[in-house]
């Protein structure tokens, strides 16, 4: 088994989390297609956004479940107030855009209220620990998300490329990378082992990612009759030059289940400075949520 990384050697060791709030309304989706000419990238959108706010309420009670795991640990404990305000920001701003993607025709409500369901049947599930644990996996996926959409130009551009989209997605995935390895430390903190780990993996990787792709689907399908021939080549264009739905990802998304794994074995510093300089006019600090 491969030892973990010594704590103080963690680039996470002495984070500071800062909660920024949006100054960009993330309300004026200005066409039907949040991609270009792509109806079926955009369900795709549509459905990560709208599973967003509960996931992310969800994310914040598995980690106050916990929080007495980390009393006796001052950076942890002020981590875990700088993720509760994060998270509680995404979770606003994704409304709000969720509200405007219901409006221009997108079935968000009920991706919605089925990740509600999800979530409440995990926090209700024994052992106790498995909510932790399929917060810190699912924190895995939208840490990966953020490192690919902040990374890959390409991917960014394609698929977030939208004006009023790609700051609150770019946000959003600053603060992903910057929070990435909280949910971790608290499961470890709180007694979690691999069995545990990986079952949280399973959980979250079946339930939430699974059902990403089912209603994907499903929004597509229903949606058939105004999907054009242009719109299908400009999804086969589209589709190798991102890397959101790619071999890659998943080799990394599998990663999580290596022994002695942690979230900080990608060290994604300077990516987290980069773009603290470029938002900084985007997204300016407010006052830490408890
Ligand atoms: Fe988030
Ligand atoms: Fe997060």
């Known amino acids: ?169 770019c946000w959003h995935s600053l603060e992903e990378l910057e929070h990435k390895n909280v949910a971790f430390d608290v499961m470890v903190a709180a007694g979690a082992g691999y069995p545990i780990r990986a079952a949280g993996f399973l959980a979250t990787s079946t339930a939430l990612a699974g059902y990403v792709g089912v209603e994907w689907g499903r929004s597509v399908f229903e949606d058939r009759h105004r999907i054009t021939r242009a719109h299908l080549r400009q999804f086969r264009r589209n589709f190798p030059r991102q890397r959101l739905i790619n071999w890659r990802f998943l080799v990394k998304a599998w990663a999580y289940l290596r022994p002695g794994f942690h979230p900080d074995d990608t060290n994604t510093d300077a990516v987290v400075e980069h773009w603290r300089t470029v938002l900084a006019d985007v997204a300016t600090s407010g006052k830490a949520a408890g």
């Not at 009670?61 to 404990?77: G, I």
């Open 1 to 169: 088994m491969t030892p973990p990384t010594a704590l103080a050697a963690r680039p996470s060791a002495d984070r500071h989390i800062p909660v920024r709030r949006l100054r960009v309304p993330p309300d004026v989706v200005d066409s039907d297609w949040i991609v270009a000419d792509d109806p079926i990238f955009s369900h795709l959108l549509a459905t990560l956004s709208a599973v967003f706010p509960n996931g992310e309420d969800f994310f914040v009670a598995s980690v106050r479940r916990h929080r007495d795991a980390v009393a006796d640990n001052p950076v942890l404990k002020a981590q875990v107030k700088g993720f509760i305000g994060q998270e509680a920001m995404h979770g606003r701003e994704h409304r709000a855009l969720n509200r405007r993607l219901a409006e221009v025709g997108y079935n968000t409500v009920r991706a919605d209220r089925a990740i509600q369901r999800i979530c409440n049947l995990i926090l209700k599930a024994r052992p106790r620990l498995l909510a932790i644990a399929a917060t810190a996996a699912a924190e895995h996926y939208t840490g990966l998300l953020a490192e690919t959409a902040l990374e890959h130009e390409p991917t960014r551009k394609i698929l977030f490329g939208q004006e009023s989209v790609e700051p609150l997605i």
